[in-house]
């Protein structure tokens, strides 16, 4: 029997025709309804595809992500189906490859926004701020630090690039132009709701969710459905709740140990991108399964013991 790979940079099913590979997953067909969403271990940074893939990320990811998306259905639905990886991906060797890695999900008409919570005051929040005192035009009282908790989370939505460019921050009233104003409420609303349930859950077993970004897609009904991946270390920052204070960038679980690494190099951000020193490798995959422990372990273990 085949062993899983330590590491999947890039897929090639046989049986399934494939219909895209972004920076992170390689999506194929698996039929009328249905796609296999299957998640490598590429890692992107500034938007770019770095040429070295991070150990464990694709199966921490899916891990994540799954578990998200099973415990928020009472908000919206989602993505998943009841097939098995078994029903589309015919090759035991390629499924092998993949199990813990990939998803069966419905097919869907995907909205071209991001949906972008923040709670915290970070990353290119913290940069508009300190220039304008606002984040994505949404004023701010003066005096805040970096990484200070904002007076309310911020749903500040942004188009989705092409891979190799950078996604851009938009106004809600732009949101509301591109999808029709009660779509994007829809979505502000759902986002934010997310978004407090997953902070406050996360936040009991150690983990600060300081911002992350929810993609929506609508079923055949027009009815609203999360997709893609779900309060993920890609796409979230995660803190640990223990060593967090404003006025200093905090530690993370995620891929910001690559960025921080990356702003010293003297790389214009556009590709190709500068390979990764193996121990930068070695702690970034240490980062993310130190999340997933977090995150599913010990909050699954706790609600096995409440009522369903």
């Known amino acids: 029997m085949s062993a899983q790979p330590a590491t999947l940079f890039e897929t090639h099913l046989k049986g399934l025709p494939l219909i895209h590979r972004g920076k992170v997953r390689d999506i194929y067909d698996a039929g009328p309804e249905h796609l296999l969403i299957v998640t490598t271990d590429r890692l992107s940074a ?5 040429p ?13 992500s799954r578990f998200w998306f099973e415990r928020t259905q009472h908000i ?26 990939s998803m069966v999900v419905k097919k869907l008409k ?27 035009g949404i004023a701010l009282p003066q005096g805040l630090q970096l990484a200070d908790k ?11 690039a092409p891979k190799g460019q950078h996604d ?22 759902k986002s934010s709701q997310l978004y407090n349930y997953a902070a406050e859950h996360a936040h009991q077993h150690g983990i600060i969710i300081a911002d992350t970004k929810f993609e929506f897609g609508l079923d055949k009904n027009d009815q609203l459905v999360l ?75 706790r609600s096995e013991h409440q009522p369903r």
């Open 46 to 50: 500034f938007d770019v595809v770095l």
């Open 52 to 64: 070295d893939p991070i150990p464990g990320k694709g199966a921490v990811l899916t891990g994540i």
């Open 76 to 101: 919206i639905p989602n993505q998943l189906t009841r097939i098995t990886l078994a029903d589309v991906v015919r090759d035991p060797l390629e499924r092998t490859m993949i199990e813990n890695r």
């Open 110 to 136: 995907a909205l071209p926004i991001e949906a972008v919570m923040r709670g915290y005051l970070i990353g290119s929040g913290w940069k508009d701020y300190q220039k304008t005192g606002a984040v994505c």
């Open 150 to 160: 904002l007076p309310q989370p911020l749903f500040t939505p942004a188009t989705k």
């Open 168 to 189: 851009e921050n938009i106004s809600f009233e732009e949101a509301a132009r591109l999808l029709g104003r009660p779509l994007a409420e829809q979505i502000r609303d």
């Open 227 to 301: 997709i893609d991946e779900a309060l993920t270390p890609d796409s979230s920052r995660f803190w640990p709740a223990d060593s967090y204070r404003p006025g200093i960038s905090p530690p993370s679980f995620d891929k910001q140990y690559v960025r921080d690494y990356l702003e010293t190099l003297n790389w214009d951000k556009k590709p190709p991108a500068p390979r990764l020193p193996a121990e930068v490798i070695a702690k970034t995959a240490e980062k993310y399964r130190e999340a997933y422990k977090q995150l599913t372990t010990q909050i699954a273990l």
